[in-house]
């Protein structure tokens, strides 16, 4: 039987809960104000993609809870222990997606690729930890993610298409929860699912050091995070 580290290498993936408690309930709270529309002073929501909206302008400042949940739930340990190496927070997003009609805003693809002969995004690949909060009680699939897709890079997007129809009875789909998160290699082929409600996501963008360089105006949540890894030694 494979251990964690060996799963997340072949599968890409893993699967984790927060600890209940008072800062991931008000991650829930804020989550719902979000899509609501109810922003603090000094911030707002700005669309990036057709039906969804960003808060801006820097999500990491807006609440101590988006970064303590990740402290307080040995995140960066968790991380080290699955990919072999350490990785620095590099960005913090909080989305809403709106629905629209059976439609989703992003489809299949990956954060890391290959095109015309060269490598499209951070090398070595970004991860991503995402919480999608529940509200309303109501439970549904938000991203489809194929296993295993980050090990076998193609040079087409026409080849990745025939090896996704030719293995997508092998999707694992992610749904909302009130404590669940996954953790995923970006290179991985993943897609958000369409959403009968407006849905809001917590999305951390892991990477190596070298590729901070592509989030300069996230330099303060850098040296935060480095700081607070270091101290929880």
Not at 65 to 72: N, Q, R, T, Y
Not at 156 to 161: L, P, S
């Amino acid at each position: 039987m494979l251990i964690d580290d060996q799963k997340y290498y072949f599968d890409g993936y893993y699967r984790g809960s927060f600890a209940a408690g008072s800062t991931v309930d008000s991650i829930l709270e804020i989550s719902n104000e979000l899509v609501q529309g109810r922003v603090k002073n000094g911030f707002y929501m700005k669309s990036k993609y057709p039906s969804t909206v960003d808060l801006r302008p820097l999500a990491f400042q807006y609440d101590p809870a988006f970064l303590d949940v990740i402290f307080e739930n040995d995140i960066p340990n968790i991380i080290n222990n699955l990919v072999g190496y350490p990785l620095t927070l590099a960005h913090i997003q909080l989305r809403v997606a709106h629905p629209v009609d059976n439609w989703s805003y992003m489809t299949w693809h990956r954060d890391l690729y290959r095109h015309n002969g060269s490598v499209v995004g951070p090398v070595p690949s970004s991860h991503k930890l995402i919480f999608y909060p529940k509200l309303n009680g109501k439970t549904e699939d938000i991203l489809g993610i194929l296993p295993g897709s980050h090990l076998r890079q193609h040079e087409t997007e026409r080849e990745d298409k025939k090896y996704l129809s030719e293995n997508a009875e092998k999707e694992v789909l992610i749904q909302n929860s009130d404590s669940e998160f996954v953790f995923y290699n970006a290179s991985m082929l993943h897609a958000t699912k369409p959403n009968t409600i407006s849905q809001p996501r917590v999305i951390y963008n892991f990477c190596t050091d070298k590729n901070l360089k592509d989030f300069p105006e996230n330099k303060e949540l850098h040296e935060v995070y480095k700081h607070r890894v270091y101290r929880s030694r």
